[in-house]
């Protein structure tokens, strides 16, 4: 079982930057796949970017712009969002995957709570 908990989100102008951070418990937490997903009112949750032991994807909304990584010692996975833009505004979401490296949601076995983002134009 493994406890996801996530901070760093807040309101922001545009062409700001944030870094969101996603503590998790466990003792085995290099062994995960983790995952950032976003959603914003009314729409689906969104693949944003994951990370493995040694391969990183990210959806090409974000790409070039945020970037995710771990520190495993500290059990936490960052999302460092710069030049934010008004559609980056949702809840974002940390995860984790016992298998694999998936992009899709359904593929993630633990969930955050969420944090909120705002970007205003």
């Known amino acids: 079982q493994v406890q996801l908990v996530e901070s760093g989100g807040g309101l922001v102008q545009a062409g700001e930057s944030l870094r969101l951070s996603c503590a998790a418990s466990g003792r085995t937490f290099s062994s995960y796949a983790m995952g950032w997903f976003r959603q914003a009112p009314g729409k689906e949750r969104e693949f944003v970017a994951c990370i493995g032991k040694s391969a990183i994807y990210y959806s090409t909304s974000v790409k070039d712009r945020f970037t995710i990584s771990r520190d495993n010692a500290k059990n936490t996975v960052y999302l460092q969002m710069n030049t934010l833009k008004p559609e980056d505004t949702a809840v974002y979401y940390c995860?984790?995957?016992?298998?694999?490296?998936?992009?899709?949601?359904?593929?993630?076995?633990?969930w955050g709570q969420g944090t909120q983002v705002t970007v205003s134009s």
């Open positions: 995860a984790a995957a016992e298998t694999g490296l998936p992009v899709s949601h359904s593929s993630y076995d633990y």
